[in-house]
């Protein structure tokens, strides 16, 4: 593997051939009302490390350029594809236009919320992630296909919203691996 050191991480600019070379995963994330920049940029870092399409910054988020996400994004914002929409329920309708069978998931605390690993996602999918206090807007969990969570069994009730992102991603990503290669478990 590969070791950068901070300043290296944050300089590389790939070659846009390698860029245009990646098969992208059907995988959108939509960021809706996402007021912290940290978060912001690290869900970039997350959408280039799961091949996503696309990430959709919608509300009030903030959008690149911004020395902040651009920093906790490690330069991933020049080269993930991302588009600006007023509104999380626009995106969900763009990812209707893009792929018309896309499942739309948002992660939320919620009484119709499923746990995250006892359900079956399927691609092409919009992961939908929240405000850091105020969560998914109610519009889009009511538009959702499906809201799932993930189980909290200490004090604190919640996780930060990259993590959150983080670990759907990475279940969808294992999931579909796991249809394609069933003996390589």
């Known amino acids: 593997m590969i070791q950068l050191n901070a300043k290296e991480l944050r300089t590389i600019e790939p070659d846009p051939a390698i860029v245009r070379s990646i098969t992208h995963n059907p995988i959108t994330i939509i960021l809706d009302n996402v007021l912290d920049t940290y978060n912001v940029g690290s869900i970039f870092r997350l959408a280039d490390a799961v091949a996503a399409e696309r990430v959709f910054l919608c509300g009030q988020t903030l959008t690149p350029p911004n020395s902040r996400i651009k920093k906790a994004s490690i330069n991933t914002t020049g ?107």
């Open 79 to 185: 080269w993930v594809q991302w588009e600006y929409k007023s509104t999380a329920l626009e995106a969900i309708e763009q990812c209707k236009v893009m792929h018309d069978t896309c499942q739309i998931i948002a992660v939320e605390q919620d009484k119709r919320s499923k746990p995250f690993d006892s359900v079956r996602y399927r691609l092409p999918v919009a992961i939908v992630v929240g405000n850091e206090t105020t969560g998914v807007s109610r519009e889009v969990l009511d538009k959702a296909d499906m809201i799932v969570e993930l189980p909290m069994w200490g004090i604190n009730k919640s996780l930060n919203v990259m993590v959150s992102c983080g670990i759907i991603l990475y279940e969808i990503i294992r999931s579909r691996h796991e249809e394609k290669n069933p003996a390589s478990l």
